[in-house]
């Protein structure tokens, strides 16, 4: 159960809500699917997992039916028989039709009592979600969304005129891979507080900038007017212009104008703090207490309106106008957010008019549609990945890597046609890309350079230059290609899987990681889930350099491995077709251990290792992803990535993906209809990941919150005599 904290600090009272409380629900319902879900618990599993016998020191008889007390092992149990891991091959299986209803219902019910991670998603079938037409929605329930580390940077901007000095980032994400801003994951805890405190105290303290001269109090640069003339001392203050310096703060902190009763209660912390004669200092807490308000650093989508039968609530006109800025940027939007305020953001036509502005809009900033992209293909971990300088001295430079594939995928989003399959497999690339403008022109137009330059090697150095190629060799170029995107060498690399920061994000320090990469095929495009890895099982390749990895990778074909390695390694294997520096190659060097034993001198004394080359087999498997026409043998990377860009289901998939990023949640069955329906808006727009978003952001599952089953903790106020 979550509290509310109070946090105190001199003449300040800042509350914050947190989350609210999940529901219990009990397999003693009288219902069917949860008496054959007791039924195949008791008739499958007892056997190994019982009072007598517990395989794994999991036991599973004495299961709570009460799904809130034991939701640890219910979700164990459904992932276990959703991914056919359990009941073992050599026991007798689970009727079909009676495995689907147990895993349905299952998955209902722990949804219900646990808020899954986003790369803990995939957890609906897909079947279910795009199988048959859905004819209605269901909706969120009612939710405060803390502000992610992007948006408060975009808040201290709005209320700092774009300044950011003196204010330190008071939230963290996630370490997990994936998504990383979802709506119940985050709190504002004890620590983030105390740096909320120190950053309101320095944001105001330069709104309210000033020097005296000739006795006046003068404004500084980026200070705002109003504030500085509430600093000088020896001036009480008018209640008018404390009320004008309150309505201030709030239009830049919340977006919106105070209300009467919110106005009077900020006076009378003012008045609290005044006490002492200190006014200039009693204006700034008042201020600074705005700053700390739970809606300033909460996304309230509490819904305000009536509800209708159904008990949906629409989402107030400005929580729709944060929601849509927050989606697609760091800010709110001015535009969208005006249109709120006065009253023309009450339909979803308006709505959408104004998600296609904002995106249509050049001069209008969106993070939020790259950063999507990063963490859907995560390729901008590369610089995390620790490397071994190169043996043949081609520079590695991860940042210049991730700054190519940015760039690709902003060129892919610009034209904004089939956007997926040309993410997938398009032949161009940007390669070492920079710009600069070039002064020597009146028009001062914007060209390209190289990003990283190999610097020319030292004409007095007795040694060999330290780089004898540049990041353009790693792309498979001799030179830098002037004109960009650049074609890429025939036969090499497609699209963003084969781009070199990708292949380096999922690689590990010395070595490709295919178990990973193939993993991220299966979650990420086929839509499925692979279990982590059991605690105590130590994953680990043999060193046995001798050998090439695909055949050092045959450990994960014992029969304990294997029941989750068949889903992954056959899809990361043709990605053996790089090295994990990202280059292309047709053979794999390894150690000629017969070789290196003759490699010594006259005395015996060895010389070192010998390697030779061997030619690689690329070839991979798609296999379980759920539709037939994707199945099959593949000869290499190339191969695969076409294949999967003509699939249905790939892009049903990647539509799946995109709903959890800006609905910051994973799907629920009853977001059908939102999935199909943005599914059918990027197929009738030629591909238009633009259109997919207008869908997503302008449904019943973005649009409409249900009627909380547990009061929904309103957002307190601070200020006044709190």
């Not at 700390?292 to 400005?318: I, K, V």
Request: charged share 30%; aromatic share 6%; glycine share 6%.
């Amino acid at each position: 159960m979550h509290t509310l904290r109070r946090v105190s600090s001199p003449g300040l009272l800042a509350v914050w809500c947190l989350l609210t409380l999940a529901q219990r629900t009990s397999l003693a319902a009288e219902d069917v699917p949860a008496k054959l879900t007791k039924q195949v618990i008791q008739t499958h599993c007892v056997k190994c997992h019982g009072p007598n016998k517990q395989e794994g020191e999991v036991r599973l008889d004495d299961l709570s039916s009460e799904l809130g007390r034991d939701v640890a092992r219910w979700t164990r149990v459904l992932d276990q028989l959703r991914e056919g891991v359990m009941p073992p091959e050599k026991e007798p299986r689970i009727d079909g039709t009676k495995l689907d209803t147990v895993v349905d219902w299952l998955s209902e019910q722990v949804n219900r009592q646990t808020y899954r991670l986003p790369n803990q998603g995939n957890l609906i079938p897909h079947q279910l979600l795009f199988g048959k037409s859905a004819t209605s929605n269901g909706t969120a329930p009612a939710r405060v969304w803390r502000l992610s580390p992007d948006c408060y940077n975009g808040f201290v901007r709005d209320v700092h005129r774009g300044r950011s000095d003196g204010v330190v980032q008071p939230f963290s994400v996630i370490p997990e891979r994936g998504i990383k801003d979802f709506a119940a994951l985050y709190t504002i805890d004890e620590p983030s507080t105390e740096i909320l405190l120190r950053n309101a105290q320095a944001i105001v303290e330069g709104q309210s900038a000033h020097e005296f001269k000739d006795g006046k109090v003068r404004s500084k640069n980026d200070t705002i007017g109003e504030f500085v003339a509430l600093m000088d001392p020896a001036i009480e203050p008018a209640r008018n212009q404390l009320e004008s310096a309150v309505q201030s703060q709030f239009r830049m902190a919340i977006g919106r104008k105070a209300e009467a009763q919110e106005v009077e209660r900020f006076l009378a912390l003012y008045d609290k703090c005044a006490k002492d004669g200190d006014r200039p200092a009693a204006v700034k807490i008042m201020l600074q207490a705005v700053l700390l308000r739970t809606d300033a650093m909460y996304r309230s989508e509490l819904g305000t309106t009536e509800p209708d039968g159904t008990g949906q609530r629409r989402l107030a006109p400005l929580e729709i106008a944060r929601a849509v800025s927050l989606a697609l940027g760091d800010r709110r939007e001015s535009g969208i957010t005006q249109a709120a305020a006065t009253g023309q953001l009450t339909s979803k036509d308006q709505v959408a008019t104004h998600v296609r502005r904002i995106l249509d809009d050049l001069k209008i900033q969106k993070p939020g549609l790259l950063r999507f992209f990063r963490e859907y293909f995560e390729y901008h971990r590369a610089p995390d990945i620790f490397k071994d300088k190169p043996t043949d001295k081609i520079k590695h430079v991860p940042h210049v890597l991730v700054s190519d594939t940015d760039r690709l995928v902003l060129h892919v989003l610009q034209n904004d046609k089939d956007v997926l399959r040309e993410l997938l497999t398009t032949p161009l690339s940007f390669v070492n890309y920079n710009t600069k403008v070039d002064k020597s022109k009146p028009e001062r137009p914007t060209v390209g350079v190289p990003f990283d330059v190999v610097p020319p090697p030292d004409p007095k150095s007795k040694n060999k230059p330290e780089w004898l190629a540049g990041v353009d060799a790693v792309y498979g170029f001799q030179e830098w290609p002037k004109e960009q995107p650049a074609r890429l060498p025939e036969g090499t690399r497609l699209g963003v899987l084969m781009q070199p920061s990708w292949l380096v994000a999922w690689s590990t320090n010395f070595d490709n990681d295919v178990v990973r990469r193939g993993r991220w095929i299966r979650e990420r495009l086929l839509g499925g889930t692979v279990p982590d890895l059991p605690i105590g099982v130590v994953a680990q390749v043999p060193d046995e350099k001798h050998r090439t990895f695909r055949d050092r990778l045959t450990v994960t074909r014992e029969a304990k491995c294997w029941k989750c390695h068949q889903q992954m390694d056959e899809l990361g294997l043709p990605f053996e077709n790089f090295d994990h520096y990202g280059r292309f190659r047709s053979t794999e060097t390894v150690l000629d251990l017969e070789a290196t034993e003759q490699n010594v001198d006259k005395k015996g004394k060895p010389l070192g290792p010998v390697t030779r080359e061997v030619t690689l087999d690329t070839a991979g498997l798609i296999a379980h992803s759920g539709d037939e026409r994707l199945d099959g043998h593949i000869a290499d990377p190339r191969e695969m990535l076409r294949r999967l860009a003509d699939s249905d289901r790939v892009r049903q998939v990647f539509v799946r993906h995109a709903f959890r990023y800006y609905l910051g949640r994973n799907e629920t069955l009853a977001d059908a209809r939102t999935l199909q329906d943005a599914d059918l808006a990027y197929v009738r727009s030629g591909g238009s990941f633009k259109a997919m978003i207008v869908s997503l952001l302008t449904s019943d599952s973005f649009l409409l919150r249900s009627r909380p089953t547990q009061a929904v903790p309103q957002l307190p106020s601070t200020g006044g005599n709190q």
